[in-house]
């Protein structure tokens, strides 16, 4: 059995940590959605913890099959007031480059570590990263092209309400 050096191991826990953090993070905007009625956009939100928390199962499980120990930290709160629809999904789209961020950085830790299994792993993340960025900004360019007009906004929480589980609108 291969065991993971003490430093992979040590980011893998930390990126547990905030994958579960962006799990808590969009259940949280699912609920302020939900409380103004806009339940498509819950819906949505949701489903990006649901994968969220699937990230965090990922690497907890590539963690235990590399013979590393799983370390789980408490969760910070995430914020639960916004504005306005437009500054939660500009939220979702920074938190969603900070991840992509924190995932590079642990391919390089992989890099250096000469940790072949972490690096295959991480390219899974990476390319998933892409398909996180894009369906964020796109929701962004979306709402700020509606300008919170109330009927475009009912358009565009029917049309998210339709949301498949595997990621992509239907």
Do not use: C
Request: hydrophobic share 40%.
């Amino acid at each position: 059995m291969t065991t993971i050096g003490k430093a992979m191991q040590d980011a893998i826990n930390e990126q547990i940590n905030k994958e579960f953090f962006s799990s808590y993070l969009y259940l949280s905007m699912a609920a302020y959605f939900e409380d103004k009625n806009l339940m498509g956009f819950g819906h949505w939100m949701r489903l990006q913890a649901d994968e969220e928390r699937e990230h965090a199962m990922k690497f907890y499980n590539y963690l235990l099959d590399a013979g590393g120990r799983v370390q789980l930290k408490a969760i910070a709160a995430p914020d639960t007031e916004w504005k306005s629809n437009l500054e939660v999904v500009e939220q979702v789209a920074e938190h969603e480059a900070k991840v992509t961020a924190s995932i590079h950085a642990l391919y390089e830790l992989g890099l250096q570590e000469k940790d072949y299994a972490a690096q295959i792993l991480l390219q899974w993340f990476i390319t998933e990263q892409v398909e996180e960025e894009k369906n964020a900004a796109e929701l962004v360019a979306k709402l700020r092209l509606i300008e919170e007009r109330g009927t475009a906004v009912l358009m565009l929480d029917h049309r998210l309400g339709k949301r498949g589980g595997g990621g992509e609108e239907e």
